[in-house]
């Protein structure tokens, strides 16, 4: 007896609020883990040429995807920086937020990012 299994559509955010706080903590997930071996040599050097061609004002470096904050923290010890992560999903917002405050508070004032916002933000949606 064949069974049939309904396949129905459901938004993008719900997807990802139901994945939340367990998005990036301990799973292997290939794509972060190919993300980070590239984040590690392109990185510092977009953030060299960020900081050197605008070293006298205070760069401002926008997270699109923000999720739960994993780049991001690498971002934070950005000195003078302002970091604005933006995601359309509250659930991954709030930890990222939680996450990001809590690596701020481990770096001293001099050497950090001076303001980190995160909003949510969904680029599919038109104003």
Known sequence: MATS?????????????????DYDQG?????QGLD??????LLPKFLSLVLSSCAAL???IVDFGYG???????LLDTPNA??????A?????????????ERLATLMP????????????NPLIIF
């Open 36 to 41: 980070d071996i590239e984040l590690e040599t």
């Open 89 to 101: 999903t509250q659930k991954l917002l709030e930890v990222a937020a939680r996450r990001c405050q």
């Open 5 to 21: 299994t309904s396949i129905r559509s459901v938004p993008i955010e719900d997807l990802y609020s139901r994945w939340g706080a």
């Open 110 to 121: 001099i050497s950090r990012a001076r303001e980190l916002y995160c909003e949510v933000w």
């Open 27 to 31: 799973k292997v997930n290939n794509m």
């Open 82 to 87: 302002t970091i604005i992560g933006l995601d």
């Open 58 to 60: 205070n760069p401002k």
């Open 68 to 74: 739960t904050g994993r780049n991001t923290l690498k």
